[in-house]
């Protein structure tokens, strides 16, 4: 926890009062005493200090401060054929922390039907996931996450409402990321936000590729090995990072 996150509704002016699994941490991992301070920030607000003022049982009351700004909201949007729900809490949490601004969670021809119905998917699960990710790379923006049960309507009515340049992952085409993030760089330079699509680990059917190619996304292979979803996102967030930041 690199950055504690609270919500705007558990402050009491300058006044925070934590308990569970925040306050174990300060406690026994931090081993912070009376006095000593840490980083702290409101989920989807400032960036501060917090003084621990007393800690007794298994609360803590924090005075805070908040006056920086958190990061800039990330420019890359993940699309996300529906994974196993063991591997979508990796996803979710690991996406966060290398920045997303949103998640959109789709049908795809290869996803169970069965995955939509996993605890995972719960709002609260969700933000609990979120918050772990934003606390490790001291972000308080929440990604938004949005589920859609059937493809069609998602591709027809969501993706033609987004903005950004298309990053179509499927194995089999001999193109490169870099290479497509390159292809009409003058465009790049107008759209600078990024929409990744990733599909199932066998990648998408050929209607999918082609619903997408048509909306304009580019797309692109990772290589010739089969990656594991979650092992997938991490490597394309990583290398769309390293690609804007050139």
Not at 87 to 102: D, F, P
Not at 111 to 140: C, N, R, W, Y
Not at 213 to 223: P, Q, V
């Amino acid at each position: 926890m690199n950055l504690m996150l609270f919500d705007k509704s558990e402050r009491q002016g300058d006044t925070l009062v934590v308990t569970g699994r925040r306050a174990k941490h300060i406690l026994n991992i931090l081993g912070l005493q009376p006095g000593d301070t840490l980083r702290v920030g409101e989920i989807n607000g400032l960036v501060g200090a917090a003084v621990l003022e007393q800690a007794g049982g298994n609360s803590v009351t924090l005075r805070i401060e908040l006056r920086e700004e958190p990061p800039p909201i990330p420019s890359v949007e993940l699309i996300l054929a529906l994974p196993r729900p063991i591997m979508l809490q990796r996803i979710l949490k690991q996406a966060t922390v290398l920045g997303v601004s949103k998640i959109h969670l789709i049908r795809s021809r290869k996803v169970e039907k069965s995955f939509f119905h996993s605890p995972v998917l719960q709002p609260e699960k969700i933000k609990k996931l979120l918050v772990e990710g934003l606390e490790q790379a001291m972000d308080t923006r929440l990604p938004e996450v949005q589920v859609y049960h059937r493809f069609k309507p998602f591709v027809e009515d969501v993706v033609p409402m987004l903005d950004g340049t298309g990053l179509l992952a499927h194995p089999g085409t001999e193109t490169s990321l870099a290479e497509v993030f390159d292809h009409g760089a003058e465009h790049q330079k107008q759209k600078n936000k990024k929409i990744l699509a990733v599909g199932p680990e066998g990648g998408w059917s050929e209607y999918e590729c082609q619903c997408f190619l048509d909306r304009g996304f580019r797309m692109f292979t990772m290589g010739p090995r089969i990656l594991h979803v979650d092992t997938a996102v991490v490597a394309l967030l990583a290398q769309l990072t390293l690609l804007q930041d050139d």
